[in-house]
């Protein structure tokens, strides 16, 4: 017989069980799908002859090997960041490269530097994040059964992110937007909470009213939350989230993955626009989503225009490309040596760690474009944030050495998160938490001081919840000497 000791070994609510250890294990489609992903970007390098894009799929190979080796039990958080950095840097330049010739692959040296420096970037990201995964929780972790919070709780959770982010935050002053805004975030723990807590007590759940209200307040959370702008981090939460129970069905990752390749492209024309105004200072024309998507259908389907599909295509390899904007910052550099120094991070840190109640003149950093302006050399109009990574960032303060240990040391504190949440005791809030600060660094484009910004504010929410969910349970605990036996508190003593 085989124990289970962690709580994620069967996505976000199963507990410790035993099974037989030659019991035949469930496929992992998700992770063929990324196999085969990694095989179709090498046949794009092969076409292109690129020695670095095959250096972006073995970098995907040593990530997917390292989350098996480790035994990592959360499905697609370790994977994302990089298949995220290989679109927007290698996947999209190549295909950019051979249907706009907007890059010069053949003749343009200095653009081949630039994309091995972001390579080796994020090759250190990705080995800060293994060695801090390599750290096992502590034998007390191992023997203390985690505390689970409650139906009641996850739904209390749920209804305070709401009040906060929908009822609140419209009306504070702007000192307080970020503490609404971050506690906000208790409407996904208490969703996804509410999803761990049902898989793990009720199997059959899905056939209950109780699955149809938890479709309804994910339907409300991020609906809301994609139309007040929180789009990417909304749909990588939703994405990390849902997979732990999708990755091993078939039919729900095909059905995902025509869903990126058939609708992402007949969607674009509401960014169409994106270059036009970073480039020009224009104003696009703005259109509903539900009205583009339904004219392009009828212009692709029903009568088979099938270049506005590629157009459609070129407009999505554009939105997710990061290199131009990378491209552009190393160029500059190089020919400026206008380095910051440091000074970016240390605005970046000091903006991230006062909060705006004690510094009510505290500049407004986030989604700002003062960086692409400054060292991109671009112009962005005011209506539109642009940011130019972590990679260029670091180099924007100190060169490619502090592209190496800047990125190694953020991929050091992803992987440190992660550990953190997959030992915590309090759960589901543990590794739940752990995902979403997670998530503020997967992101190409995102400046350090979201980056740090949003990661201060996630974990100043995951001690007050802790603390919060913490003593209700403790109370509990020493009212019922069955509950102690189970050395929830291996260091309790008897009241």
């Not at 009822?167 to 975030?185: E, H, R």
């Not at 990752?253 to 994106?274: I, R, S």
């Not at 998160?417 to 589901?428: C, D, H, K, T």
Request: one cysteine or more; hydrophobic letters at 50%; charged letters at 15%.
């Amino acid at each position: 017989m085989q124990e289970l000791t962690h709580p994620l070994h069967h996505g976000l609510g199963s507990y410790p069980v035993r099974r037989r250890a030659l019991a035949p294990q469930p496929i992992d489609f998700f992770s063929i799908l990324l196999w085969c992903l990694l095989a179709v970007f090498a046949i794009q390098a092969a076409l292109f002859a690129s020695v670095w894009g095959f250096a972006w799929v073995a970098l995907g190979v040593v990530t997917l090997v390292a989350r098996q080796r480790l035994k990592i039990p959360l499905i697609g958080v370790m994977e994302t960041p990089i298949f995220l950095a290989m679109v927007s840097y290698s996947v999209s330049t190549l295909y950019l490269a051979g249907e706009t010739q907007v890059f010069d692959l053949a003749h343009d040296a200095a653009l081949h530097r630039a994309m091995w420096l972001a390579w080796f970037g994020m090759a250190c990201f990705v080995t800060g994040m293994i060695l801090a995964l390599r750290f096992r929780p502590g034998r007390r972790l191992k023997d203390s059964v985690p505390l689970w919070m409650t139906e009641k709780e996850a739904i209390l959770l749920f209804l305070t992110g709401m009040f906060f982010s929908e009822i609140l935050a419209p009306f504070v002053p702007q000192s307080l937007f970020a503490t609404c805004f971050i506690f906000g975030y208790c409407a996904p723990i208490g969703i996804f909470g509410f999803l761990a807590l049902q898989t793990r007590l009720r199997p059959g759940w899905m056939s209950s009213w109780r699955f149809g209200a938890w479709i309804l307040a994910l339907a409300v959370w991020s609906v809301r939350s994609v139309l007040g702008g929180i789009f990417g981090s909304t749909i990588l939460i939703l994405f990390i989230f849902l997979l732990q129970y999708a990755h091993r069905s078939k039919a729900v990752l095909l059905g995902l993955l025509a869903v990126a390749v058939f609708l992402a492209p007949l969607m674009q024309e509401t960014k169409n626009d994106y270059r036009t105004r970073i480039s020009f200072d224009a104003r696009g024309r703005e259109r509903a989503l539900r009205d583009i998507l339904f004219d392009n259908f009828n212009r692709v389907i029903l009568h088979g225009d099938w270049n506005s599909y590629e157009k459609g295509i070129v407009q999505l390899a554009e939105r997710l490309c990061a290199f131009d904007v990378w491209f552009s910052v190393k160029r500059h550099l190089d020919a400026q040596h206008d380095f910051a120094h440091g000074k970016t991070i240390v605005d970046a840190l000091v903006t991230t760690f006062i909060p705006r109640i004690i510094w009510s003149s505290k500049p407004i950093t986030g989604g700002s474009s003062e960086l692409a302006t400054t060292y991109a050399d671009m112009i962005v109009s005011e209506d539109t944030s642009v940011g130019v990574g972590n990679i260029s960032e670091f180099y924007i303060n100190g060169g490619e050495w502090a592209v190496v240990f800047g990125m190694l040391a953020l991929g050091a504190l992803g992987g440190a998160i992660l550990r953190m949440g997959w030992s915590e005791r309090v759960q589901p809030l543990g590794i739940i938490l752990s995902i979403i600060a997670f998530s503020q660094m997967m992101r190409p484009e995102a400046n350090l001081s979201d980056v740090l910004g949003g990661l201060l504010r996630t974990l100043f929410l995951w001690a007050v919840l802790r603390i919060w969910l913490w003593r209700r349970h403790h109370h509990r605990i020493f009212r019922n000497p069955v509950l102690q036996k189970m050395r929830v508190f291996p260091d309790a003593k008897k009241s």
